[in-house]
């Protein structure tokens, strides 16, 4: 199991983080949830926790996704377009950047 929290948006100009961190994790568990703390549809910078696991125990899946209120799913066909990262490539700092650019901190509105 792996369970990794990252702060980021999924506007349109900052969502490869976390699409190429969830991609990532698809392709190293057979199960990844991810939990939008404030919306899945929200474009505000918000966390993401994202819960990867191999459990073959059906009980055990079933109580991570209750836990997963704000559960959010994305289709393998959007993720297509975003990289799996690896020790060779991991753009995370300059995602992040992006994403923090797009808003002032104080307000936590967009520019």
Request: glycine share 4%; charged share 20%; proline share 5%.
């Amino acid at each position: 199991m792996l369970i990794a929290n990252f702060y980021g948006s999924l506007a349109p100009e900052s969502r490869a983080t976390i699409y190429s961190v969830l991609r990532t994790m698809r392709a190293a568990f057979p199960q990844v949830y991810v939990i939008a703390t404030i919306s899945p549809a929200s474009e505000a910078l918000q966390n993401f926790i994202l819960v990867g696991h191999n459990a073959s125990n059906p009980e055990r899946r079933a109580d991570l996704g209750r836990a997963a209120a704000l559960e959010w799913r994305a289709s393998d066909a959007l993720l297509d377009s975003y990289p799996v990262l690896t020790d060779d490539f991991a753009p995370l700092e300059y995602y992040a950047a992006n994403a923090i650019r797009r808003y002032d901190a104080t307000s936590g509105r967009a520019h």
